[in-house]
């Protein structure tokens, strides 16, 4: 079992709310990733980080921002968030160079709906 | 678009059977993998293979790459209702180390 946690599982919220979804790992890995996938669609890219305090958007253009101020913790915000937001994210970590490199972990999703 | 796409999109068979799912993609890479999710879950890894290997194993998997063709198979022997899931391959472009692209999965269904 990978250890990398997504809170809050399922989040049903109206239309123009703040919100952030958080995503931690204790592997110490120095990457981590957002992807927003549709029910039973491709995964899109949305951000991704190579290390503390750099974060690169994804192929996929959101609206959501993130941060990456510690290593275990990678949240993305969503200032104002509409029904178009309505996905799961998936958040995903990876350690190149180490034991199974170039692999990914995910978090179990956060599936998002907004009203 | 680099991302990879499998094929076919959905496959039902009994339990007991192979299922072989393809994958095809459109850039260099330096490695592709497997992954599993199960309805509505994170993905799992499956299995990588990298850009200079032909086939892998592990365990009922086998992974065949042909980096001329620009394509992969995955092959799950004796499938078993557990198996069922939806299964993605991910490319890692040449010369990028912090990007995957995935495709838009094979659902595969084994019928107990």
């Known amino acids: 079992e990978a250890d990398i946690y997504q809170t809050p599982r399922y989040l049903v919220i109206g239309t123009g709310k703040k919100i952030t979804l958080e995503c931690s790992q204790t592997m110490g890995h120095d990457k981590m990733y957002w992807y927003q996938q549709d029910p039973g669609m491709e995964l899109h890219l949305i951000h991704y980080?190579?290390?503390?305090?750099?974060?690169e958007k994804g192929d996929l253009s959101s609206e959501s921002t993130v941060s990456r101020i510690r290593t275990e913790h990678f949240p993305l915000t969503l200032e104002s968030a509409r029904p178009s937001h309505t996905s799961q994210y998936l958040c995903?970590?990876?350690?190149?160079?180490?034991?199974?490199?170039?692999?990914?972990?995910f978090g179990p999703g956060t599936r998002l709906t907004v009203l | 678009s680099q991302q990879g796409e499998e094929d076919p999109q959905a496959l039902s068979i009994q339990e007991g059977e192979n299922a072989t799912m393809n994958c095809s993609y459109k850039?260099?890479?330096?490695?592709l993998q497997w992954y599993r999710q199960n309805s509505g879950r994170g993905l799992v890894h499956l299995i990588l293979?990298?850009?200079?290997?032909r086939e892998k194993h592990s365990g009922r998997l086998r992974v065949t790459l042909d980096t001329s063709k620009k394509s992969s198979s995955l092959l799950i022997t004796a499938s078993r209702a557990a198996d069922t899931a939806s299964y993605f391959c991910?490319?890692?472009?040449?010369?990028?180390?912090?990007?995957?692209?995935f495709g838009s999965g094979t659902k595969l269904n084994v019928k107990p």
């Open positions: 293979i990298r850009s200079n290997e």
């Open positions: 980080s190579y290390g503390v305090n750099s974060t």
């Open positions: 850039t260099s890479i330096n490695n």
């Open positions: 991910a490319t890692g472009p040449a010369g990028n180390f912090n990007k995957f692209y």
């Open positions: 995903a970590s990876s350690a190149q160079g180490e034991g199974r490199p170039d692999t990914q972990y």
